[in-house]
C-alpha cells in the first residue's frame, strides 16, 4: 500500500502564491505518474495537472502558465506551486498517484489518493 500525505493549502488573497507538497511512504516501488486533482461542493474532481517518473507534464488548461508540478523521486514527493491565483481555484486539492505493480506480462496499475488539502483564495 502507498499512503500520500498532502500539506501546504490555505488562505491566500487574489494573486498570491501556495506551494503544495505530497510524500508518498510505504511501498512506494513502481510509482509512475503523480498527480493534482481538486474539486469543489457538487463538482465531480478534476484533474489539475500530472507528472510521470520522467518528468513528462500536463496541465489543465485552465491552469497552464500559472501552476507548475514537479517531483523529486528521491524523497517520493510531488509539488504544485500555484502562482497568480484566483477565487476560482478555491477548492480541495486531492494527490493521486498511479503505480505499476506485477511483471511486464501481466502489469497491473494500482491508484491512491490523499486525504484532500483546502486551498481557499479570496478576492
Known amino acids: 500500500q502507498v499512503q500520500l500525505v498532502e500539506s501546504g493549502g490555505g488562505l491566500v488573497q487574489a494573486g498570491g502564491s501556495l506551494r503544495l507538497s505530497c510524500a508518498a511512504s510505504g511501498r512506494t516501488r513502481g510509482i509512475d505518474v503523480m498527480a493534482w486533482y481538486r474539486q469543489t461542493p457538487g463538482n465531480q474532481r478534476e484533474l489539475v495537472a500530472r507528472?510521470?517518473?520522467?518528468?513528462?507534464?500536463y496541465y489543465a488548461e485552465s491552469v497552464k502558465g500559472r501552476f507548475t508540478i514537479y517531483r523529486d523521486n528521491s524523497k517520493n514527493t510531488v509539488y504544485l506551486q500555484m502562482n497568480s491565483l484566483k477565487p476560482g481555484d478555491t477548492a480541495v486539492y486531492y494527490c493521486?498517484?498511479?503505480?505499476?505493480?506485477?511483471?511486464?506480462?501481466?502489469?497491473?496499475?494500482?491508484?491512491?489518493w490523499g486525504q484532500g488539502t483546502q486551498v481557499t483564495v479570496s478576492s
Open positions: 507528472v510521470t517518473a520522467g518528468a513528462e507534464t
Open positions: 493521486n498517484a498511479e503505480q505499476l505493480v506485477g511483471p511486464v506480462e501481466r502489469v497491473e496499475r494500482r491508484e491512491f
